[in-house]
Structures are given as C-alpha cells and as structure tokens.
C-alpha cells in the first residue's frame, strides 16, 4: 500500500472524513487507496483551531487508516484547500481499529500490506 505521513491534527481530521482534501507542493501520479499516516510531529496551532472536531487523542508515529485519492486539483472549493497548493481530494476514509507503529517518509511510499 502507498501511504502519505501527515502531522496531526489533519491525519486523524483525513482518517474521521473531516478533511477531503489534502494540500501538497506537488502532484502525485498515483490514484487510489493510500494509507495515512501520522508524523511524530504536530501541528499545535492545527491542534488548538481544530482539535474540538475530534473525540480521540492525536496518535503520533502510527498507520491510522486510509483513504481514496480520487484526484489532485488546483481549485478546489473545500474549505481546507490552501490557494496555490495542489489539492488531493480524498473520499472514502476507513480508520484503523488500532493504530499501527511505524516510522514515516516524505512523499507516497510503500510498506507491507499487514
């Protein structure tokens, strides 16, 4: 599975269906289910503006879930897209039962399918 490290709050707002869109510098060619995980940092000020739309903690270092990447636009109307940003837009999350441990990477990569 490919899978994309967030800080937190956005990978549990990704993984809860909050936040359908996902803003990166770049485009990815991939299309499909991508794995979201959470960095072992945070976004404190996210956490502060953003945390109340959320009931659980802020795993950090963990596979939470997954989501479908439909597309990756410029001018996406979502109240989370960032002007001047490619916008991934996102759809179906499914939130693991559990969170899975591992040490995250920048860009899309691979891990095993456990």
Same mark, same amino acid.
């Given at each position: 599975m490919? &899978?994309?490290? +967030?800080?937190?709050? @956005?990978?549990?707002?990704?993984?809860a269906?909050? $936040?359908?869109v996902?803003?990166?510098? @770049? $485009? !990815?060619?991939?299309? %499909?289910? &991508? =794995?979201i995980?959470?960095? *072992? =940092?945070f976004?404190q000020g996210a &956490?502060?503006?953003?945390?109340?739309?959320?009931?659980?903690?802020?795993?950090? =270092?963990?596979?939470? =879930?997954?989501?479908?990447?439909?597309?990756?636009? *410029?001018?996406?109307?979502?109240? /989370?897209? +960032?002007? %001047?940003? @490619?916008?991934? &837009?996102?759809?179906e999350?499914? $939130?693991? +039962?559990?969170?899975?441990?591992?040490? %995250?990477?920048?860009?899309? /990569?691979?891990?095993d !399918?456990?």
């Amino acid at each position: 599975m490919k &899978i994309l490290t +967030v800080r937190q709050p @956005w990978a549990s707002l990704i993984v809860a269906g909050l $936040k359908d869109v996902e803003n990166r510098s @770049w $485009k !990815p060619k991939y299309r %499909g289910r &991508i =794995g979201i995980h959470a960095a *072992m =940092g945070f976004d404190q000020g996210a &956490i502060d503006a953003h945390g109340h739309l959320l009931d659980d903690d802020f795993p950090l =270092g963990a596979l939470l =879930g997954s989501v479908m990447l439909m597309d990756c636009i *410029m001018d996406s109307r979502s109240q /989370w897209a +960032v002007p %001047g940003e @490619w916008h991934w &837009i996102l759809a179906e999350p499914r $939130k693991r +039962v559990q969170p899975r441990r591992m040490t %995250g990477r920048l860009g899309l /990569w691979q891990t095993d !399918p456990r």
